[in-house]
């Protein structure tokens, strides 16, 4: 059986039908362009938004300056100012006395572990004369030792440990130690002179110094992080 085409309807319904199309597609249109205005709108608003939000923060950040941080003149400061500077100054100072020098409790030390190894090992010259009592210690009898180790580099990492005996006074009985050389200390390990001096040398380089100038920068001795 075979399918019988719909026949058309009436051309007064075909012309009602097109223009509700065309009216549809005229509200669809005209929506499309509200909310293009909409978005532009709000695109705007965003914008304005982050520039006072700049500008807040300038202002907040002008306000919080006087002139100890600017260049504004102290009898141009603004009301307050120099009271809310006092006061912070007074709250760093007690924020700092409260503070012990160094490590506070509750840190963890971190220093440079001794090499149980050492690549080589030297003795110091024994003291020359009393810490007291600065008597002679020519013949004193041998009462000790301590130790001092430096890491540094030549062409392969070596560990020198310096053994520093001590003596007692004959005198006073005062045992005096012999003194670690330059840049070591008693009863820790330190970075010898080549590596500090590398280092410098890269920070240096890195901060794109001068290397003709003379180096006027120092690194403390055992203070890096092996």
Known sequence: MGLVPEEPGPPGEIAGQRELLSRLRAVVEA??????????????ERELRRRLELRLAEL????SMDSSDSGTPSSKERTGAKQARRARQQSERERRADRRRGGQPGH???????????DENKDAEPPAQCRRCRA???GAAAAGSRWAQVIDVEVIRKATEWALPGLACPCCGTVTFAEPPPGAHVG???YGPVLNAAVILSFRVSRGCDLRRPVVDSVADGTLAA
């Open 188 to 190: 820790s390990v330190s």
């Open 108 to 118: 963890p030390g971190k220093g440079l572990d001794r090499d149980p190894d050492p």
């Open 31 to 44: 929506k499309d362009a509200e909310n293009a205005v909409l978005r532009a709108e709000l695109d705007a």
């Open 136 to 138: 002679g210690l020519d």
């Open 60 to 63: 907040e950040r002008r306000l």
